[in-house]
């Protein structure tokens, strides 16, 4: 998927111009962008501010620790079943 040239905080601040009045049109001629890509960024970070997306990010971060923690248990527990099961 190809990067941004927008960061997470300047999307919410160009999606706060359309909730301030401006038209999607307007905004989108401005900075160059589609209205298709205005609309996915409205679906993803619509209702945001800074620090609301900020905690979102660090929340994924965390989840994502969590995720590698359960794969390595879960595989040592695969391991430790596969050697009882042939010392039996």
């Known amino acids: 998927m190809k990067k941004s040239k927008f960061s997470e905080s300047q999307i919410i601040k160009i999606l706060s111009q359309q909730e301030s009045g401006l038209s999607v049109s ?8 589609s209205q298709g890509t205005f609309y996915s960024w409205k679906n993803k970070y619509s209702g945001m501010d800074v620090s609301q997306l900020k905690q979102m990010k660090e929340m994924e971060k965390e989840l994502a620790q969590y995720k590698k923690i359960v794969a390595e248990l879960t595989l040592q527990n695969t391991v430790l079943k596969d050697v009882i099961e042939k010392k039996l």
């Open 26 to 33: 307007d905004i989108c001629r401005e900075y160059g962008i």
